[in-house]
């Protein structure tokens, strides 16, 4: 009976997040096993992470993270500032129950105080068994075994890294190394308006869930992998509602050495897949009205790359470079949004943004459990528009860069 509370409680608080090389401190095993293993294992854990930094300058003084999509182009203070918080701090609580050999119902829940001012919020909330996920975790167009090891915490522009709640199905190729996935995400509904444009689209309600469907071969170094996406996606525009598809791939791998030297990458492209890459995901504008009356979806395609190289077991280095570019064209009008609050209304035009990211950093790791950082940040954005103003041509564009200097330190309990 004492077994059976514990399971309850462990499956109720400890369902599933990333799972670390260490055991967790704070862990109960039941007394009967089967195959040598506790028929039932939860522990409590915690990822505790200091975020500091230093904007030497540019536009991302407002910004807990270095964002290259919300630069504000047309802004003009370089002020530097000073920021230090540990919102990202993570609290984790999991559960395994094996039911017999090979069947194992492995749960999680993950919470940090990402919220705003730091409110707890949920990061994963699943239950999983041999070939089925329930619940929130890395969408399945991403690659959620890839992370360059940094201490800033948005990654490179055109990263895939959200968290959304899904139903997945994986099996294999009747060869281990060849894993296949497939998924029906939730859709993505958290329009806001981008900086320096408006086109004048609300939110509609989505009623069908995204499509993903991926394959992975393993390697002993490592793994490839390629993923795909499908989705029919509404609009509003003129109190009238309409659809479009959206469809993208994605390229990734990661190459690691005996010594743990390893590169990563990540390459995507698409049309209507801009809510699912990291610096403008959630900004609503997967597609947009052109001079017809119609809804297109916006092509946008991107990538990054990573080298993580350990002079010793302990003291190591990475080096990360990405970029992003989606584009509208032929867009019915577009509102400017210059400086000091000043709006121009551009008609049967372009626009066309670039985004490029750059990290460099040293880490230590004086004991094992802990890490510690330091990092230069670096990257730029830029966006080109063209069309009628005023009754006149006008074509002109923007470019703005920033920098900051990220520290902090990462302790698994």
Same mark, same amino acid.
Not at 109 to 115: L, P, S
Not at 341 to 349: A, F, K, L, S
């Given at each position: 009976?004492?077994?059976?509370?514990?399971?309850l409680?462990?499956?109720?608080?400890?369902?599933?997040?990333?799972?670390?090389?260490?055991?967790?401190?704070?862990?109960?095993?039941?007394?009967?096993?089967?195959?040598?293993?506790?028929?039932?294992?939860?522990?409590?854990?915690?990822?505790?992470?200091?975020?500091?930094?230093?904007?030497?300058? @540019?536009?991302?003084?407002? +910004?807990?993270?270095?964002?290259?999509?919300?630069? =504000?182009?047309?802004?003009?203070?370089?002020? +530097?500032?000073?920021?230090?918080?540990?919102?990202?701090? %993570?609290?984790?609580?999991?559960?395994?129950?094996?039911?017999?050999?090979?069947?194992?119902?492995?749960?999680?829940?993950?919470?940090?105080?990402?919220?705003?001012?730091?409110?707890?919020r949920?990061?994963?909330?699943?239950?999983?068994?041999?070939?089925?996920?329930?619940?929130?975790?890395?969408?399945?167009?991403? =690659?959620?075994?890839?992370?360059?090891?940094?201490?800033?915490w948005?990654?490179?522009?055109?990263?895939?890294?959200?968290?959304?709640?899904?139903?997945?199905?994986?099996?294999?190729?009747?060869? =281990?190394s060849?894993?296949?996935?497939?998924?029906?995400?939730?859709?993505?509904?958290?329009?806001?308006?981008?900086?320096?444009?408006?086109?004048?689209?609300?939110?509609a !309600?989505?009623?069908?869930?995204?499509?993903?469907?991926?394959?992975?071969?393993?390697?002993?170094?490592?793994?490839?992998?390629?993923?795909?996406?499908?989705?029919?996606?509404?609009?509003?525009?003129?109190?009238?509602?309409?659809?479009?598809?959206? !469809?993208?791939?994605?390229f990734?791998?990661?190459?690691?050495?005996?010594?743990?030297?390893?590169? %990563?990458?990540?390459?995507?492209? @698409?049309?209507?897949?801009?809510?699912?890459?990291?610096?403008? +995901?959630?900004? @609503?504008?997967?597609?947009?009205?052109?001079?017809?009356?119609?809804?297109?979806?916006?092509?946008?395609?991107?990538?990054?790359?990573? !080298?993580?190289?350990?002079?010793?077991?302990?003291?190591?280095?990475?080096?990360?470079?990405?970029?992003?570019? !989606?584009?509208?064209?032929?867009?019915k009008?577009?509102?400017l949004? @210059?400086?000091?609050?000043?709006?121009?209304?551009?008609?049967?035009?372009?626009?066309?943004?670039?985004?490029?990211?750059?990290?460099?950093?040293?880490?230590?790791e004086?004991?094992?459990?802990?890490?510690?950082?330091?990092?230069?940040?670096?990257?730029?954005?830029?966006?080109?528009?063209?069309?009628?103003?005023?009754?006149?041509?006008?074509?002109?564009?923007?470019?703005?860069?920033?920098?900051?200097?990220?520290?902090?330190f990462m302790?698994?309990?």
């Open positions: 009976m004492m077994v059976r509370n514990h399971f409680f462990c499956s109720l608080l400890c369902l599933p997040a990333l799972l670390l090389s260490q055991d967790r401190y704070l862990s109960l095993s039941s007394k009967d096993s089967i195959d040598g293993l506790p028929k039932l294992r939860g522990s409590v854990g915690a990822n505790l992470k200091l975020n500091g930094f230093y904007d030497v300058f @540019g536009g991302l003084q407002e +910004s807990e993270t270095f964002n290259v999509g919300m630069i =504000d182009v047309f802004g003009t203070d370089d002020s +530097s500032s000073f920021h230090m918080d540990l919102y990202q701090t %993570q609290i984790k609580l999991e559960a395994t129950y094996v039911e017999k050999e090979e069947q194992k119902v492995y749960s999680l829940v993950e919470f940090d105080f990402w919220g705003g001012n730091g409110r707890m949920l990061r994963k909330a699943f239950v999983e068994s041999r070939h089925w996920q329930i619940g929130q975790n890395w969408n399945n167009f991403g =690659d959620e075994d890839i992370w360059p090891n940094i201490m800033e948005e990654g490179p522009p055109s990263g895939i890294w959200l968290r959304t709640p899904h139903i997945k199905y994986s099996n294999n190729f009747k060869k =281990d060849w894993i296949y996935e497939i998924s029906l995400e939730a859709p993505i509904t958290n329009y806001i308006s981008l900086q320096e444009i408006d086109l004048d689209v609300e939110e !309600y989505q009623v069908t869930p995204d499509l993903t469907f991926a394959i992975k071969n393993k390697y002993d170094w490592g793994h490839i992998r390629l993923s795909s996406i499908l989705r029919n996606i509404r609009y509003k525009f003129n109190d009238q509602t309409d659809n479009f598809l959206g !469809y993208g791939l994605a990734s791998g990661i190459y690691a050495t005996d010594r743990k030297n390893n590169l %990563q990458f990540q390459f995507v492209g @698409g049309t209507g897949i801009t809510a699912y890459m990291t610096s403008i +995901s959630g900004l @609503g504008y997967d597609g947009y009205p052109n001079i017809d009356d119609q809804f297109v979806s916006t092509p946008a395609f991107g990538g990054w790359i990573s !080298y993580e190289y350990f002079f010793t077991p302990r003291f190591h280095s990475n080096v990360v470079f990405g970029s992003t570019k !989606y584009d509208f064209y032929d867009v009008d577009i509102v949004k @210059g400086d000091e609050d000043q709006e121009e209304t551009v008609y049967q035009g372009d626009f066309n943004n670039f985004h490029f990211y750059g990290i460099i950093n040293l880490m230590y004086p004991f094992p459990r802990m890490t510690i950082g330091l990092e230069l940040d670096y990257g730029a954005k830029e966006i080109n528009f063209e069309g009628i103003a005023n009754g006149d041509f006008i074509e002109d564009g923007k470019v703005r860069d920033a920098m900051r200097i990220s520290f902090g302790f698994y309990l």
